[in-house]
């Protein structure tokens, strides 16, 4: 198995605690790679942390065996995108000129932009279905429209590996789906990496070849969906008690929490106390 990101020894934090110490992390490359695990575990911090926008205390991320703390942003953002959980953009920016940004990396002095870059600007407009709104304010959109015009800068950016931190928040299930196709597409014919994190258990099993569960600070269990995702994960991971079938269309693992609801079958009623 070859490795996209390896982090080695990696302690993260802030001013007051550290969430990660002498954490040691493989990132197959060419795989899809899932980040689970509760609200404040860490996902956010670690992902910032492999795409150099938080600097570890100690430690490294080897990006293709090159620590990205000692590689300049730019030579990074070649070769690493990332879509932040929650990015802003400036007041009044437009939806062009925002995925206009995913190119930057690839200018220079030397390199202005070029009718490539207009194309890759096009198509990761028109894969993310944003293309008619090109010209409206970022911060005018509804919560799916902006997160695709983010997605499609990410995707502008053109970058071997991809990070993308909950993509589908605020997404409809239709664009849900069409972005994690799109990503598994990329995956699948042009070898991307991709690495994200997702809170949905089933759809994060469709589309991972490698599920990350984090949990106090550590790499709680790292493999297959079908290997890792059980009753007994979910418990000690989430805190929460779950029935994992299989997926009838994908037969990947399908998990079902347990709590209230308006209608259960009687006999489950007594065994998942709702
Ligand atoms: N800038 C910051 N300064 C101080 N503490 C922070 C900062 N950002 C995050 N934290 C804290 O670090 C912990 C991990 O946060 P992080 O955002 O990485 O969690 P997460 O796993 O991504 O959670 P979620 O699923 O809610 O997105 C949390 O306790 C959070 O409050
Ligand atoms: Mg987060």
Redesign the pocket.
């Known amino acids: 198995m070859h490795t996209a990101v390896k982090a080695e020894s990696l302690s993260i934090?802030?001013?007051?605690?550290l969430?990660f110490e002498n954490l040691n992390l493989h990132i197959p490359r060419g795989e899809i790679s899932v980040f689970v695990?509760?609200?404040?575990?860490?996902?956010?911090?670690?992902?910032?942390s492999i795409a150099r926008l938080l600097k570890p205390t100690t430690g490294s991320v080897l990006l293709e065996g090159k620590d990205v703390h000692r590689m300049s942003s730019k030579e990074v953002a070649k070769k690493m995108g990332i879509l932040p959980?929650s990015p802003v953009s400036p007041e009044g920016l437009t939806v062009y000129d925002l995925v206009k940004q995913g190119r930057y990396p690839h200018q220079s002095w030397l390199k202005r932009w070029t009718e490539e870059d207009t194309e890759k600007v096009e198509a990761a407009m028109e894969a993310t279905r944003i293309s008619d709104l090109r010209d409206r304010a970022v911060d005018t959109l509804s919560g799916g429209q902006r997160q695709r015009a983010w997605i499609a800068m990410t995707l502008a950016q053109d970058t071997d590996v991809i990070l993308l931190?909950?993509p589908t928040t605020y997404l409809d299930m239709t664009h849900q789906i069409e972005i994690l196709d799109l990503l598994f597409e990329l995956n699948e014919k042009k070898d991307r990496t991709i690495v994200m994190?997702l809170?949905d258990l089933n759809l994060a099993s469709r589309y991972a070849h490698n599920i990350i569960a984090?949990k106090n600070g550590e790499v709680h269990a790292q493999g297959k969906p079908e290997d890792i995702i059980t009753c007994d994960l979910v418990r000690s991971v989430f805190g929460m008690e779950c029935q994992v079938s299989k997926d009838p269309m994908f037969g990947t693992p399908h998990c079902i929490p347990y709590g209230r609801g308006r209608c259960v079958v009687p006999e489950l009623r007594v065994s998942t106390g709702a």
């Open positions: 934090g802030y001013t007051d605690h969430l695990g509760s609200n404040g575990c860490g996902k956010s911090t670690l992902l910032r959980q931190d909950e994190v809170h984090i």
